[in-house]
């Protein structure tokens, strides 16, 4: 294996060998990294299909777009049936899906993310209400006793998708504020779907909606049956929920939001997997076709609900339903007398103005007065990143067009339909110029800001002690780099390449520390090359046997384990007779039980200061990583150094 590393200048090629967290879990996982990596080209995406709608619109045959778009299209069982227009198909159809996936990366977040914590979620849902209330207020101000006023919910709603590709182009590092304008988004959503079902619905059927409600318990309750026809079953409930939605009256589109918000999130468990690695050897030695639906739904069963559902929806949501949703609803006929009826238009103004002004300020002002509340609350983002939150929360693109389509028709549709696409490209460069003006903040004002957040949530079960653990580099370092590994994983061994380097570039600022995490069902001699660094470490050389276990992957079998211990000097007879009596297994046994602790169930994981981390293990994006933890570790110190009493 070479062993050479070009650390700052990383290669594609070289990247694309450390692009996983674990064999298992690029696989099996759909963390957020990938959740918001889609969205920055779902945002592309949705860009393209808006202008192709405007430019459709605009066309020497401007009416060929509304009427294709109205062409209806009818599905009828018998006497009953649906028939909608295409633009509404999209639109209550097609959109199920979006808030489906919105619902499900919410729920990953409540489950696994920085919302398991409850009191997290206070902050950003009374920012979301802020953030809804003051637009819809400047909205009425412009549109008071006109007839446009009762188009005031298409002025409060963030476009999921769109905010979250802008922040992920101007602010690529920003996961936390990622993930706080992703929750506030779903708030919004949640809400504009609430509002859709009440001030937007004119009639609502009594005996549909009961049939709805009572077909979703059913649908929840499918957990708890076996899985072989679940998906299936489930296929059905959901089409015949948003049927019955449908039938009474509300937008079906709140379906998919709910069902989302009801499908459970887990890591997948250890147990399973090495069940899943029994049954494909099963099928290695009888390849038929009963064994192999088995082992393929083992392994769909390791996977949560949440992220089957995720993996197979987002990309289509993303760069296909969005993006179709923009060309069936962006397209406006723009012309001279247009623009100069938007221009004093109460309905254009109100809009634009209640996005690109009253979003940022609902936000701050909503999270500074929860913050004065006596709850122990704490903000989980500086002030300036709030701010520029709050400037991109205010692209109300999706969920802004579903509504204007229905409070508007005609010339005030058009006149809606501007507003939105103003406020969208104001607010995309108003989140440019901030997220410009942050990185030209002074570093000490920066530090004071960091400081005065919530800490992260620590997902490491089990805290560092250094009389038991193996560490290198300083004890007082900034940031502590932990790493679950497998000595006959060839992940390791990539990863440990980069581990030298950050260890060589961040000298006594960073720690690492090695854990055990033999996978014994798929490395036979994982268990005991474990115990022998142990063995060693009772000599006083773990660093010198872990460096040659690695170093030598392929090459470790117990004959080879005698070898190594005699060219490290060891007393070889005590380390042969450790090992064969297994002196040292249920040392490696703890770490194991640690690791399942904290939800870890391939090689390597890491864990940077505590938290998660799930990117790739290059030396770039680990090295971008590390300095962050430093960061905001330093800024903490800070804080904690300013709090003694001097």
Not at 379 to 403: E, Y
């Amino acid at each position: 294996m070479d062993m050479e590393v070009r650390s700052a200048d990383t290669t594609g090629d070289e990247r694309s060998r450390f692009s996983g967290r674990t064999a298992w879990a690029r696989n099996l996982a759909a963390p957020l990294r990938d959740y918001l990596t889609t969205e920055t080209g779902g945002a592309l995406a949705l860009l393209a299909a808006t202008v192709l709608a405007l430019a459709w619109a605009n066309s020497p045959w401007p009416h060929s777009y509304e009427s294709a778009w109205t062409t209806s299209l009818a599905i009828r069982l018998g006497d009953s049936g649906i028939s909608l227009d295409l633009r509404h198909w999209v639109n209550e159809g097609l959109m199920t899906f979006f808030f489906l996936v919105v619902g499900l990366e919410a729920k990953r977040e409540l489950d696994m993310g920085q919302l398991r914590e409850r009191r997290r979620v206070a902050i950003p849902l009374v920012a979301a209400l802020g953030g809804m209330a003051v637009p819809v207020a400047i909205y009425l101000a412009f549109n008071a006793g006109g007839s446009g006023a009762h188009g005031w919910g298409a002025a409060m709603s963030t476009d999921t998708a769109f905010a979250l590709g802008v922040l992920a182009l101007v602010a690529p590092n920003g996961t936390r504020l990622r993930v706080w304008l992703l929750t506030l988004a779903v708030f919004d959503d949640l809400v504009a779907l609430v509002v859709i079902a009440t001030a937007y619905t004119s009639h609502v059927s009594a005996v549909p909606l009961v049939v709805a409600v009572g077909l979703f318990g059913t649908l929840v309750a499918l957990r708890y049956v076996p899985y072989a026809w679940r998906g299936q079953a489930a296929a059905v409930l959901g089409v015949a929920v948003w049927v019955a939605l449908y039938k009474s009256g509300i937008d079906p589109v709140i379906g998919g939001l709910a069902v989302g918000l009801a499908t459970s999130a887990y890591s997948p468990p250890r147990a399973d997997l090495e069940r899943v690695v029994e049954l494909t050897r099963t099928f290695r030695e009888q390849p038929t076709p009963q064994v192999a639906r088995t082992a393929q739904r083992s392994v769909a069963s390791a996977i949560s609900p949440n992220d089957r559902l995720q993996y197979r929806l987002h990309p289509w949501t993303s760069f296909v339903i969005v993006p179709l949703f923009a060309l069936a609803n962006a397209g406006i006929h723009v012309s001279g007398g247009l623009l100069a009826d938007a221009v004093g238009s109460p309905i254009t103004l109100g809009i634009l103005v209640g996005y690109v002004v009253g979003k940022p300020l609902g936000i701050l002002g909503a999270s500074a007065l929860v913050l004065r509340l006596p709850l122990g609350l704490r903000r989980g983002l500086s002030w300036p990143v709030i701010t520029a939150g709050g400037v991109v929360a205010g692209i109300g693109f999706t969920v802004s067009l579903l509504i204007s389509s229905l409070a508007f028709h005609g010339r005030q549709l058009d006149e809606a339909k501007l507003g939105v696409l103003a406020a969208a490209v104001v607010a995309s460069l108003g989140g440019w110029g901030a997220a410009r003006l942050i990185a030209r903040l002074p570093a000490s004002l920066r530090a004071r800001q960091i400081a005065g957040t919530d800490d992260d949530i620590v997902d490491l079960a089990e805290d560092i002690d250094s009389e038991r653990d193996h560490t290198r580099g300083a004890e007082d370092a900034l940031v502590t780099l932990v790493e679950y590994g497998d000595y006959e994983c060839p992940y390791c061994g990539q990863a440990e390449v980069v581990v030298r380097e950050l260890l060589s570039s961040f000298c006594d600022e960073l720690r690492y520390v090695w854990r055990h995490l033999p996978l014994n069902d798929v490395h036979p001699d994982a268990q005991l090359a474990a115990e022998a660094a142990e063995a060693a470490a009772g000599q006083g050389a773990f660093w010198e046997m872990h460096d040659k276990l690695l170093e030598h992957q392929d090459a470790i079998a117990p004959r080879d384990l005698g070898r190594y211990a005699e060219e490290l000097g060891l007393d070889v007879d005590r380390f042969r007779d450790e090992l064969r009596r297994h002196e040292y297994a249920g040392r490696v046994a703890d770490d194991v039980g640690t690791a399942d602790a904290s939800g870890v169930a391939g090689t390597p994981s890491f864990f940077i200061n505590g938290r998660r981390y799930s990117g790739a293990y290059d030396v770039r994006t680990l090295t971008a990583a590390v300095r962050a933890a430093r960061a905001r570790a330093a800024a903490v110190r800070g804080r904690a150094t300013t709090a003694q009493p001097r």
